[in-house]
């Protein structure tokens, strides 16, 4: 151990209590954020932690850490740090997640942190000032994580944008002299279709369970296309027979749309940096004539304006569900091939800087998760 540093039971170094109980009716509007296990699970008026603030949950996944910047809410769900004990908290963030929380497993089918089994873990605490010099070689880290999300975050609002003047605005590059086809109301060439005019076929995911090995092609699910980028690292793996995979097999250019659960009408286009992957069967795969760009249906597909025009269609039913029945009678405007491809380029371009910067995002955290213990460990000086 390194000079000046000292081995204490983790109990002695920060204290986890218990959060408060805020059922969601509860929620009054404002920006107080109220963490959850996970993540944020919605906004209060009122906040009962003074930040920074480190959070866990209490079952479930065990060992993801959250980190608050502005005063905040633990709902009951979390556990949060009351005493970080003279502690650097960003310090304290990083140190809780090179620890194996599985440990303190306290049994049940569900896993469940018992806050009295965390006395027995023992760890290595530098001096303050060391503390604050780690943590802040790590930040850096994490803020150009930050900072690249909230770019690759303007550059999809741009394309949505992009897709909103066009066809929705209609001022499309020339429509100052476009003929107007007084039958339709669009631009002459331009036609309004149904998806079922647009599609060569539309077909039911895979039916099976998510593989916690790392073997088979790559397991898309719902949960994975909600976000604004797939973040194939975190989707799981498939255990698929080699006959069945073909049929399944994802391809650039494809369109798959939840078609279920509250996820429904979530729409992803499937870039050409996908892996071998397949996909679930609450997901329905779009396979386009050869006529339509896939990169117009995809901007589509992916804004909220889509989500909401499946969502009315799949009703409210407790457990919506948008068929490709349903999703047949959707209608876009689909313009001429001129403007798609005019829209494909500048579309593409945008969707190329996304990828570089996810790459960029990629290639930090394996450098900052390769550098955490290290530093932990005080094998790396600082």
């Known amino acids: 151990m390194r000079e000046g540093w000292k081995s204490m039971r983790l109990t002695n ?39 920074p603030g480190i959070l866990t949950g209490r079952s479930g996944t065990l060992g993801k850490f959250q980190f608050a910047n502005e005063d905040f809410w633990p709902h009951n769900t979390s556990l949060w740090v009351k005493d970080f004990k003279d502690n650097d ?41 060391t503390q604050r ?46 003929v107007m086809n007084e039958e339709t109301g669009l631009p002459e060439g331009w036609e309004k279709k149904c998806f079922g005019d647009i599609t060569e076929s539309m077909q039911y995911g895979y039916t099976e369970s998510a593989s916690t090995e790392i073997i088979g092609p790559k ?36 369109i798959v749309i939840a078609r279920t659960g509250a996820t429904v009408g979530y729409g992803k286009r ?31 597909v992916e804004s909220n304006s889509f989500v909401q025009i499946v969502q009315n269609m799949a009703g409210g039913a407790a457990q919506p569900n948008a068929n490709a029945p ?29 990828q570089l910067l996810l790459n960029q995002n990629q290639r930090l955290r394996e450098a900052r998760d390769l550098l955490l213990p290290r530093l932990m460990m005080g094998i790396v000086e600082v």
């Open 13 to 51: 170094f920060v204290w986890f209590q218990r959060g408060f109980d805020l059922p969601r009716n509860n929620f009054v509007e404002g920006n107080v954020p109220v963490y959850g296990s996970t993540s944020i699970l919605g906004y209060h008026n009122v906040s009962k932690v003074k930040a």
């Open 89 to 129: 908290e960003k310090f304290a963030y990083y140190l809780l997640q090179t620890l194996d929380f599985t440990l303190f497993n306290s049994g049940g089918a569900v896993p469940t942190l018992n806050r009295n089994l965390l006395t027995a873990y023992i760890v290595n605490i530098p001096p303050i000032e």
């Open 133 to 178: 010099k780690i943590a802040s070689i790590l930040s850096g880290y994490d803020d150009l994580i930050e900072n690249n999300l909230n770019r690759i975050k303007i550059l999809e609002e741009m394309a949505q944008q992009t897709y909103e003047e066009w066809f929705v605005r209609m001022r499309f590059p020339g429509y100052e002299t476009a």
């Open 219 to 254: 397991f898309l699910r719902i949960t994975d296309i909600v976000g604004s980028n797939i973040n194939w690292e975190t989707v799981p793996y498939c255990l698929i027979n080699e006959k069945q995979k073909p049929k399944y097999l994802l391809n650039s250019g494809d």
């Open 270 to 300: 499937i870039n050409q940096n996908c892996p071998e992957a397949v996909f679930a069967s609450y997901l329905i795969r779009l396979k386009l004539k050869p006529e339509i760009d896939d990169v117009l249906v995809g901007i589509f």
């Open 326 to 354: 349903i999703l047949r009678k959707i209608e876009m405007i689909v313009p001429s091939k001129e403007v798609q491809d005019k829209f494909r380029s500048i579309v593409l371009k945008l969707k190329d800087s996304q």
